[in-house]
């Protein structure tokens, strides 16, 4: 298959003007400018002047379990039974037939990070799916886990502290919490290298955490619970990203110093809490202006994932290069969950998750003409 006569942007390797891309067997197997492009007798998809991308990727979402137009019915985020849950894992309350899934690849999204909530302090393993028709979740996992989500701040304390009167019920309570399993943890660990016969799936889930394998996504709006999150990724040696840093802007410094790619969003909508009071929109911009790659998400279904390049588009307006939004939703959320190297831009061996737009993808009458995951086009 090659789609050809559009403005390509590759987000790592250039950008033609009038481009095209090659793929085989849901691989790229070439790109470049027209005028260089070997000579091709398959079948062809004309762009016609249109753009030509990567598909855009969702740094952390609930897309699949938190279903649009359900209740109580559909929500299998948060398992609120106990702060620590390691070992639940997004792809067994994953449902393929969410009814965002088609609008989000019908607006160019085709992967999401997909977490579980922000109740717990440890709420469980995240995942990459691809956001193609299919019925059986796990066919559509690119990584699965690729994180463990964790939360600080307002959302495990009322949930423990206010609804149930338990631990933790402070800011205080949540760290030692935090701290108190990844210490048990590195003691499990310990044991299992030294041969003990010893078995604990919530540790289990813990080990590839330990070992640096996979990052904890730690949900923290307010400064103190960035640095929070920060501080004790640090004390046992973690990689971390920061979910929302919705005031990251107060601690940009300290941001920079950890060497962490945060995921910053949703940036629209009326602050729903306390904590998320006083975000504010050119906050990609000040990051960028400090050398910090980041990613946005829109933490769907709190804002729909279709809208994830209008997210995009609004830190352009508020200062940030148009380049950088664009990674923000290609090769750094890639990053970000390890699959950058199938992920994220458009290059030689990577899958052919593109997507082709009738115009510049931030413009307001910019249609999405054709989605291609894994070389398959999608309705």
């Known amino acids: 298959m090659r789609i050809q006569n559009g403005i390509l942007l590759t987000i790592e390797n250039g950008r033609f ?6 793929f085989e067997n849901g691989v790229i197997t070439g790109f470049g400018d027209m005028a ?5 007798d398959g079948e062809v998809l004309d762009a016609k002047g249109g753009y030509i991308m990567p598909g855009f990727i969702d740094a952390h979402t609930h897309i699949g379990i938190s279903e649009e137009g359900l209740r109580w019915e559909g929500e299998d985020c948060n398992e609120t039974t106990d702060p620590v849950t390691p070992d639940m894992s997004v792809v067994d309350g994953f449902n393929p037939f969410d009814i965002a899934i088609p609008k989000a690849r019908q607006a160019g999204i085709t992967s999401a990070v997909v977490c579980p909530g922000s109740t717990n302090v440890i709420g469980g393993q995240a995942a990459v799916m691809k956001l193609c028709t299919d019925t059986d979740a796990e066919r559509m996992v690119v990584k699965a886990p690729c994180a463990i989500k964790c ?3 307002e959302n495990p304390k009322r949930n423990f502290g206010e609804s149930k009167g338990r631990t933790p019920m ?3 309570g949540v760290a030692a919490v935090f701290r108190k399993t990844l210490t048990n943890a590195q003691r499990y660990l310990a044991k299992k290298e030294k041969g003990e016969d010893v078995y604990d799936p919530e540790m289990e889930a813990l080990i590839p955490l330990l070992k640096r394998e996979i990052p904890a996504h730690i949900h923290a709006h307010r400064a103190d619970d960035i640095l929070t999150a920060l501080r004790i990724a640090r004390e046992f040696n973690l990689r971390v990203s920061t979910v929302h840093t919705t005031l990251g802007s107060r601690v940009i410094p300290e941001i920079a110093k950890s060497g962490s790619m945060p995921i910053v969003g949703p940036c629209i909508g009326p602050a729903g809490k306390p904590e998320t009071v006083g975000g504010t929109l050119a906050m990609a911009a000040d990051l960028h202006a400090a050398g910090v790659e980041f990613a946005i998400a829109t933490d769907h279904d709190v804002v729909a994932l279709w809208l994830l390049p209008h997210l995009a588009s609004i830190t352009v307006r508020e200062g940030l290069p148009e380049e950088e939004a664009f990674r923000a939703i290609t ?7 390890g699959v950058d190297d199938r992920l994220g831009s458009i290059a030689v ?4 998750d593109i997507v082709v737009f009738s115009g510049h993808p931030f413009h307001y009458l910019t249609k999405t003409t054709a989605v291609f995951i894994n070389g398959k086009r999608e309705d």
Not at 331 to 337: E, G, Q, Y
Not at 349 to 352: E, L
């Open 349 to 352: 061996g990577k899958d052919a």
């Open 17 to 22: 003007e009038r481009g095209y891309v090659d």
């Open 151 to 153: 939360a600080t701040g």
């Open 36 to 40: 260089q492009a070997p000579a091709y």
């Open 331 to 337: 090769i750094n959320p890639a990053k970000i969950a």
């Open 170 to 172: 402070t800011r205080m």
